[in-house]
Structure formats: structure tokens, C-alpha cells
Antibody, heavy 117, light 108 residues
Framework: QVQLQESGPGLVKPSQTLSLTCSVS??????????WSWIRQQPRKGLEWIGY???????HYNPSLKSRVVMSVDASKNEFSLKVKSVTAADTGRYYC?????????WGQGTLVTVSS | EIVMTQSPATLSVSPGERATLSCRAS??????VAWYQHKPGLAPRVLIH???TRASGIPARFSGSGSGTEFTLTITSLLSEDSAVYYC??????????FGQGTKVEVK
């Protein structure tokens, strides 16, 4: 059973870059053609799909975040990453990594990120 | 962007009863809808994909139906462990994939 775990700073200053990593265990990222996604939940709001990255490195992002988001994958380390540039308080929330392109079969528990000075 | 609207916001039911959760799409998403269960502090869990296909390991108490713009998640014989927030998600029209706001189910 694939398991995912997010990690990264819990506090980021406004205008800086939010950087998170998702570690994948229970299977090799190199063993199959999978899509890896990031999803977030802002306070008192629903879930928001941020984007996904394919094993090859191809990416697709939510248009609302596309100008500020970069995803990358390092299959040799069994992990993939998310960077959100020029953050504001609106980027505060719980960030989840997940496996899947269309629907999401496996999720991490999420990591809380607060944007504040 | 497709808007997914879930109702009710909160549902309180007794153990052993049936819960019916609704999800409406702002335009047709055919049957490209998934349902998730989310308990506090835990990873969300996929219950249903393709509107009606149970994910691996999901009990038969959970069933999904619908197509087009109207979808339903039904949970029969409710257990206390079914208390959670349930989300629907469309993956027909992108970008982006979109989720509903969630329905909180309280079993008491």
C-alpha cells in the first residue's frame, strides 16, 4: 500500500516561497507510470487542486495558481515537491500530496502551512 | 471552472440508519465524479470513482450513483466510524479539477 508523507516549513513569510516535499513509501515511484498531485485546503474552505506531475516531469497546474507554482519529481529519492512563489496570507492552509491524475487513490495526512510575518 | 455544490452541509443520523449525500455540478461532468471520506488528522480516503465504482477495500455500505449534473453518495447501516466530512470531486472538465465544499456527517 502506497503511503505519502508531506514535509516542509510550517511558517512562511509573505512574499517568500513555500516549499514542500512529499515522500512516497510502500512502492517505487520508478516502478510504474503514475501521476502525483498536490491539493490544499484553505481555512474554512473546500479542497483546491493545485496541480499534478507525471513521472516524466510533465506538469499541469490549476490556472489560478499556474504563474506561481512549480512541481518537480525525484524518482531516485521517491519524492516529489511543490514550490509556491510570492505567497500571501491567502496561501495559508493544509497542503496534501496525493497519487492520481483524475481521482486520488492515496493521500498524505497533510501539512499545515501558515503565511505570516 | 465547474462548481460542485454539496448538500446538506451537515447531516446528523443515528447508527444503523441511512445517509444520503447530494452533489450537483454546474454543468455536465458525465460520470467523472469521485467521493472521499475525510476524518480529522487523517489522510482523505477515496470511496467512489466513476460516480458508482467502489474503490478497493471500501465496504458495500457505501454506494454512489448519478450522471450528468446530479450525484448521490449513500451510506447504509451507518456506524459511528462513518462520522467524517465527505467530498465530491469532478474530473471531467479541466483544468482545474474541482471539489465540493463537503458534507459533515455526524453519527450519534
Amino acid at each position: 500500500q502506497v503511503q505519502l508523507q508531506e514535509s516542509g516549513p510550517g511558517l512562511v513569510k509573505p512574499s517568500q516561497t513555500l516549499s514542500l516535499t512529499c515522500s512516497v513509501s510502500g512502492g517505487s515511484m520508478s516502478s510504474g507510470a503514475f501521476y502525483w498531485s498536490w491539493i490544499r485546503q484553505q481555512p474554512r474552505k473546500g479542497l483546491e487542486w493545485i496541480g499534478y506531475i507525471y513521472d516524466s516531469g510533465n506538469t499541469h497546474y490549476n490556472p489560478s495558481l499556474k504563474s506561481r507554482v512549480v512541481m518537480s519529481v525525484d524518482a531516485s529519492k521517491n519524492e516529489f515537491s511543490l514550490k509556491v512563489k510570492s505567497v500571501t496570507a491567502a496561501d495559508t492552509g493544509r497542503y496534501y500530496c496525493a497519487r492520481g491524475q483524475f481521482w486520488f487513490a492515496n493521500w498524505g495526512q497533510g501539512t499545515l502551512v501558515t503565511v505570516s510575518s | 471552472e465547474i462548481v460542485m455544490t454539496q448538500s446538506p452541509a451537515t447531516l446528523s443520523v443515528s447508527p444503523g440508519e441511512r445517509a444520503t449525500l447530494s452533489c450537483r455540478a454546474s454543468q455536465s461532468v458525465t460520470t467523472n465524479v469521485a467521493w472521499y471520506q475525510h476524518k480529522p488528522g487523517l489522510a482523505p480516503r477515496v470511496l467512489i470513482h466513476g460516480a458508482s465504482t467502489r474503490a478497493s477495500g471500501i465496504p458495500a455500505r457505501f454506494s454512489g450513483s448519478g450522471s450528468g449534473t446530479e450525484f448521490t453518495l449513500t451510506i447504509t447501516s451507518l456506524l459511528s466510524e462513518d462520522s467524517a466530512v465527505y467530498y465530491c470531486q469532478q474530473y471531467n472538465n479541466w483544468p482545474p479539477w474541482t471539489f465540493g465544499q463537503g458534507t459533515k456527517v455526524e453519527v450519534k
